[in-house]
């Protein structure tokens, strides 16, 4: 059962943060995202649960598709002060984009092995071979198709290894904890939040919630391609420790990105999203950042937010706002002259 209670301090004081199992199972229920997460479920437990029949899975026939959308970047990223209630400082601020990974899973009675489609989607495999072995159901075929391109930090893999668990649990109509999830694909790569609904604080390492942030308003990211791929496990190697001053920063940026998202205030994300880029900067340059800051201030736009372990960098501009088309044109025509070729992502909102 969700503890509709269940709350529990992870961040160090200054650095508050709680996860809400009521909220989180609210948003789910979101139009927006219920169709996408009819086979997950959110608790605060930590094991799978198969419903057994005669000592074997009660099993029914499902259509296996599932989707995970993506997330341009983080809207914050980096690493909080060392405290003695939480194991892992590192963290992320999911940014959903409305693009999505699209997983089909076919089982195959008799085997506990699965064959992914394409080929070179080996952590799907692994995490798809290791979930069936949890849930003690077929192995099979798994079929994976994205519009998130690999190694740009779009959260390519992550909504992969999502997809995947979700269509395994459609297949047998079963609902596949989120704990167990996180677990699986922790023994994989450090991952983003994106099986949450809306924005949240995510500690990427350990794949556990940090805090529920609530929902995206309507924003849009004319974004662009510096080029090349980013491995997230030889990023996160080679990244190193942060500062305990920069610590405080992250701290402080957190702390306001807790207030902001749940009021809509897209200004201080925004400033929020420019501070955690400008601070990463000297970990990995994005060529473009400044020219991306200048075009971002001369067309009146949020700000700017990058890929902290990709190749993206984008320009926020808020949807809602009276003046959006003609920013928005303004955007990408500053954006063309870097010669390259912008494209304009929205988010999950």
């Known amino acids: 059962?969700?503890?509709q209670d269940s709350t529990y301090r992870v961040a160090p004081s200054g650095c508050s943060a709680s996860l809400d199992m009521t909220k989180i199972?609210?948003?789910?229920?979101?139009?927006l995202w219920r169709p996408y997460m009819l086979h997950q479920r959110f608790d605060a437990e930590a094991a799978a649960e198969v419903a057994l029949q005669n000592g074997q899975p009660r099993v029914h026939s499902g259509d296996g598709v599932a989707l995970c959308c993506g997330t341009f970047g983080e809207l914050l990223q980096g690493q909080l002060p060392v405290s003695p209630h939480s194991h892992d400082s590192h963290f992320l601020v999911t940014m959903p984009i409305a693009l999505f990974a699209r997983a089909k899973f076919m089982p195959i009675t008799g085997t506990r092995s699965v064959t992914v489609y394409p080929p070179h989607k080996i952590k799907a495999?692994?995490?798809?071979?290791?979930?069936?072995?949890?849930?003690?159901?077929?192995?099979?075929?798994?079929?994976?198709?994205?519009?998130?391109?690999e190694g740009k930090g779009l959260a390519s893999s992550s909504a992969d290894l999502v997809a995947t668990a979700r269509s395994i649990a459609s297949s047998f109509k079963l609902r596949v904890r989120t704990s167990l999830m996180e677990k699986l694909m922790a023994e994989i790569e450090p991952s983003d939040g994106v099986m949450y609904p809306g924005?949240?604080?995510y500690h990427q390492r350990s794949c556990s919630l940090l805090s529920f942030l609530g929902q995206m308003p309507p924003l849009a990211v004319v974004g662009i391609d510096e080029g090349g791929t980013v491995e997230t496990m030889h990023y996160d190697q080679r990244r190193g420790e942060i500062?305990?001053?920069?610590?405080?920063?992250?701290?402080?940026?957190?702390?306001r990105a807790r207030i902001a998202i749940p009021q809509g205030d897209t200004v201080t994300m925004g400033?929020?999203?420019?501070?955690?880029?400008?601070?990463?900067?000297q970990r990995a340059p994005k060529k473009y950042l400044n020219s991306m800051l200048k075009a971002s201030e001369g067309t009146g736009a949020l700000g700017v937010i990058v890929?902290?372990?990709g190749t993206m960098t984008g320009i926020m501009l808020d949807r809602r706002a009276p003046?959006?088309?003609?920013?928005?044109?303004?955007?990408v025509h500053h954006v063309s002259l870097f010669g390259k070729s912008p494209k304009i992502y929205l988010t999950m909102n």
């Open 1 to 3: 059962m969700v503890n």
């Open 25 to 31: 199972n609210e948003a789910a229920a979101d139009e």
């Open 125 to 149: 495999q692994r995490l798809a071979e290791n979930l069936v072995i949890a849930l003690g159901v077929s192995g099979g075929d798994l079929i994976l198709q994205s519009e998130l391109p």
């Open 323 to 331: 003046e959006f088309s003609q920013k928005l044109r303004s955007v």
């Open 307 to 309: 890929a902290h372990s």
């Open 271 to 281: 400033r929020i999203a420019t501070a955690s880029a400008l601070l990463h900067q």
């Open 199 to 201: 924005v949240v604080a």
């Open 243 to 255: 500062n305990a001053s920069q610590r405080a920063q992250y701290c402080e940026l957190l702390d």
